[in-house]
Every structure is written in structure tokens, then in C-alpha cells.
């Protein structure tokens, strides 16, 4: 299958126009054209080799919408016109407790991941999103709801899921207290998401410009964090933080502000690892955790939910011949609050 679309052919160097072949079906596999592609932090600290040793040419992206167009002769889960939604990876070994369990993100084998990873038979690599199409096995991905546009769903495949499951897997909710650190492309999905949940939440921020913001998708406070002293009152208010962002702070001074039993997840990826006093987690019974994504299940359960709600991610809709251009902006925070290419540009 003839594709085209846009690649980091080596390390640190501007992405250009690609041409490349998919794979011929295979009997459970479903072909679609991208609508949409969404432009992560991850996929900058990937073709920029930030996070170690990388496999080029890469074709990135990991949040994907689109529409299919051809089925394998096996597939049941969908059919040719199905809106269709891509994540962050794109196999698993399928047989470990995880993958049984519908968690194919923590596969104990390693989970195959959209692109710069070679797929499960080891020779392949993967490809991403920043294309005009993809093949995908369809146990692989999930339905689409039809209200919803498909420019502001594709953040939802890893920014929407990415706060979405630890909301629900600490039990976000009425009569709960969730804090949100940092309004970016997680974390202002982790507003909308704790706020429709009917969770009372509190977003941290440096930034004071982001209040108005941070209200209309349904917080109820807003802190700004560069105020000397601003925490201190909030000691021992929370059930929930939700940590989104990647810069290095002292995360001991959130840690004081969770309730008994509080716990705070972290999400975004620090630079260098916390020093945490383990007198922040003993008092209170406080606990310090991660999450990454959701499974299939998950996601799908996850799109559903924002079907109902309506809930979007916000976006900068851009042609493919922006992406380095977005790729400082990003960088820079100067992106309300996600970037997403029109496919149809490749």
C-alpha cells in the first residue's frame, strides 16, 4: 500500500516528506485512511533521539483517526466506513496476565509500540501516524463515536487516555477532590475528564494567563504556583494529583497536600528522578504512583464516555508542511492545546 507522509530521517534533523509501502492485509488486519494525526511531546523527544538510541527513517505519531477502507477476511470488529482510532501501540504478546486482562499497555513482554520499535517478528519497524494511511490488526484498535470530530479525537488516543485511566483508577468522582499539575495537552484533558467524572478540581499552574482557560473546561480552582506561598494553604485537601508535568520540581510540596490515603500519579516525565521524603508518605498513608495509557478496553470505554459528554481535546488543526514549526512551538508551551495534522496534507 502506497503511503506517503513525514519522517525524521536521522537524529535532530528537520522531518520531511516520505514515501513508503504498508503491509498487504492480513486476514485480522483493517486498512484506513488518517484523517487526523495528533503531534505528542513524545514524538519530539523521539525523532529529536532524547530518550536514547532511536530507529531511522521514523515516521511518527501515536494518536491517530481516521476511517476504513479495507477489511481482512477475518476481521468482525469492523467494516468498511468505520470511523477508527489508533493509540500508542499496536500489538502485545496477547498471552500474559496483562494482555488477558485487557492492560495490553503493561504487557510483560514488552508492548509493540506505534513506531521506532520493530514489531513482533522482530525485523519489521513501525511506522507511525504522520501518514495517509495505516494497516492495523483490529484487535488493535477501537470505534469512534460518531458525534465527534475527528480533529479533536485524535489527542484523545494518548492524551485523552493517558489521564483518563488514572481518574478512574483512583476512583475520580463525586464528593472527591482532584488536583491537576500543569494545563498542557494532558493536562488539560485531565480537567475536562475529573470535571465531567463530577470530581471538584483544582488546577496547578505557573501560568496565571491559564485561568480562564483552565475554568471553561470545568475546574473550580486555579492555583498559580510561581506565587510564593500559594500551596501552603491547601495542605491535606486532596484525593487525587495528577501530575502532567515533565519539569523538575519538588514534588515532596504536592505530597503534602493529599488527604489520608491521597495519592498522587505521576504522569509526566521528569528530566531527573524525584528526591522524595519518605516522611511525605508516611504521613497520611500517602502514596506516590505511576500510570501510563490505558488498554484496548480501557480506551474504548474512554471514547465512549466522551461520546456521551462531548468531550474533546482542544486543538490546532495543521497542514503536514508545519510540523517542525510545531514541533518548537510545542517545546516553547505555545499551543493551546494540541497539535493535529490534516492528513490530507501529506
Known amino acids: 500500500m502506497e503511503t506517503k507522509g513525514y519522517a525524521a530521517l536521522e537524529a535532530r534533523k ?38 536514547g538510541p532511536a530507529i531511522f527513517p521514523m515516521v511518527p505519531g501515536h494518536e491517530i483517526a481516521g476511517i476504513v477502507t479495507q477489511i481482512g477476511p477475518k476481521v468482525t470488529k469492523f467494516k468498511v466506513g468505520d470511523r477508527i482510532g489508533v493509540g500508542v501501540f499496536i500489538d502485545s504478546c496477547r498471552t500474559c496476565e496483562n494482555c488477558k486482562k485487557g492492560n495490553q499497555q503493561y504487557c510483560l513482554k514488552g508492548m509493540t509500540g506505534t513506531y521506532n520499535e520493530y514489531e513482533r517478528d522482530g525485523k519489521t519497524v ?54 491537576v499539575m500543569g494545563l ?19 488546577v496547578f499552574s505557573h501560568s496565571s494567563a491559564k485561568e480562564v482557560d483552565a475554568k471553561r473546561m470545568g475546574a473550580k480552582h486555579f492555583v498559580v504556583t510561581s506565587t510564593p506561598g500559594s500551596l501552603e494553604p491547601l495542605a491535606e485537601s486532596f484525593d487525587l494529583i495528577l501530575n502532567t508535568v515533565s519539569a523538575e520540581l519538588d514534588i515532596n510540596e504536592y505530597l503534602k497536600l493529599l488527604k489520608t490515603d491521597g495519592t498522587l500519579v505521576v504522569i509526566g516525565l521528569p528530566g531527573k528522578p524525584y528526591a522524595v521524603e519518605a516522611g511525605s508518605l508516611l504521613r497520611l498513608r500517602r502514596s506516590l504512583a505511576g500510570s501510563m495509557i490505558g488498554g484496548i478496553p480501557q480506551m474504548q470505554e474512554m471514547l465512549d464516555f466522551c461520546g456521551e459528554h462531548n468531550i474533546l481535546s482542544d486543538v490546532e488543526v495543521i497542514n503536514a508542511d508545519y510540523i517542525n514549526k510545531a514541533y518548537d512551538r510545542t517545546v516553547a508551551s505555545d499551543v493551546k492545546y494540541r497539535f493535529v495534522i490534516d492528513a490530507s496534507s501529506f
Open 14 to 51: 528537520p522531518l520531511e516528506s516520505f514515501s513508503f509501502k504498508r503491509r498487504d492485509l492480513r486476514d485480522t488486519d483493517v486498512a484506513l485512511d488518517i484523517s487526523f494525526s495528533g503531534i505528542c511531546h513524545s514524538d519530539i523527544h523521539q525523532a529529536r533521539e532524547e530518550w
Open 126 to 179: 513501525a511506522l507511525g501516524g504522520y501518514s495517509n494511511k495505516f494497516v492495523i490488526d483490529q484487535d488493535y484498535a477501537v470505534h469512534i463515536p460518531a458525534n465527534l470530530d475527528l480533529a479533536g479525537v485524535a489527542p484523545l488516543l494518548c492524551a485523552g487516555i493517558t489521564l483518563y485511566s488514572p481518574l478512574k483508577n483512583w476512583g475520580a468522582g463525586p464528593g472527591k477532590k482532584v488536583g
Open 184 to 202: 498542557g495537552g494532558l493536562g488539560h484533558m485531565g480537567v475536562k475528564f475529573a470535571a465531567a467524572l463530577g470530581a471538584e478540581v483544582t
